[in-house]
T-cell receptor, first 113, second 116 residues
Framework: DAGVIQSPRHEVTEMGQEVTLRCKPISGHDYLFWYRQTMMRGLELLIYFNNNVPIDDSGMPEDRFSAKMPNASFSTLKIQPSEPRDSAVYFC???????????FGSGTQLSVL | AQKVTQAQTEISVVEKEDVTLDCVYETRDTTYYLFWYKQPPSGELVFLIRRNSFDEQNEISGRYSWNFQKSTSSFNFTITASQVVDSAVYFCALSEVLQGAQKLVFGQGTRLTINP
């Protein structure tokens, strides 16, 4: 199995630009999570999907962030417009059921200048 | 509300020493799951163990062992005879289903450095 695949690995952009992060979960996993990791706040859950439906988006910082899951094999996290404080590592994770272990992607290192 | 506290921000030991990473959690639910994940310098997050709230048996896997004590709401992780390759950030996490939605909360992590 290929594991959770995220792209890009690194993204450098300028403030105000739109950023799109991509994730392909493990086939057969019904749950997909987006996390953000920073030194100050640690690992924060942004949003998660079950069967492509957003279940809990209470962690999404503000309206500049949006996430979609158009099908079982693809999800995007979009930031528009981006700000320097959005700089972080964004992880996507998938799992087969509630309370099961998460399989994480390699993360996207985002730098907003 | 759920909460996971890893009071040790950083630990540094010499190779072959034993080291224990502490994890204390808060939850009002009786059914929940606890996890440990490892994040090596390469950055990926790797699952180590999952334990449900009804199973208080300690677990040993090679040099790793976990001590779950509901009475003190703790789920501590011990590495015996540490090695340089154990250097990583270790996260404790608490998962439960609340009102139909899964809530998974991570602690702040403990950075473990094993010196040769």
């Amino acid at each position: 199995d290929a594991g959770v695949i995220q792209s890009p690995r690194h993204e450098v952009t300028e403030m105000g630009q739109e950023v799109t992060l991509r994730c392909k979960p493990i086939s057969g996993h019904d749950y997909l999570f987006w996390y953000r990791q920073t030194m100050m706040r640690g690992l924060e859950l942004l949003i998660y999907f079950n069967n492509n439906v957003p279940i809990d988006d209470s962690g999404m910082p503000e309206d500049r962030f949006s996430a979609k899951m158009p099908n079982a094999s693809f999800s995007t996290l979009k930031i528009q417009p981006s700000e320097p404080r959005d700089s972080a590592v964004y992880f996507c994770a998938s799992t087969s059921g509630p309370n099961e272990k998460l399989f994480f992607g390699s993360g996207t290192q985002l730098s907003v200048l | 509300a759920q909460k996971v506290t890893q009071a040790q921000t950083e630990i540094s030991v010499v190779e072959k020493e034993d080291v224990t990473l502490d994890c204390v959690y808060e939850t009002r639910d009786t059914t929940y799951y606890l996890f440990w994940y490892k994040q090596p310098p390469s950055g990926e997050l790797v699952f180590l163990i999952r334990r449900n709230s009804f199973d208080e048996q300690n677990e040993i896997s090679g040099r790793y062992s976990w001590n779950f004590q509901k009475s003190t709401s703790s789920f501590n992780f011990t590495i015996t005879a540490s090695q340089v390759v154990d250097s990583a950030v270790y996260f404790c996490a608490l998962s439960e289903v609340l009102q139909g939605a899964q809530k998974l909360v991570f602690g702040q992590g403990t950075r473990l450095t094993i010196n040769p």
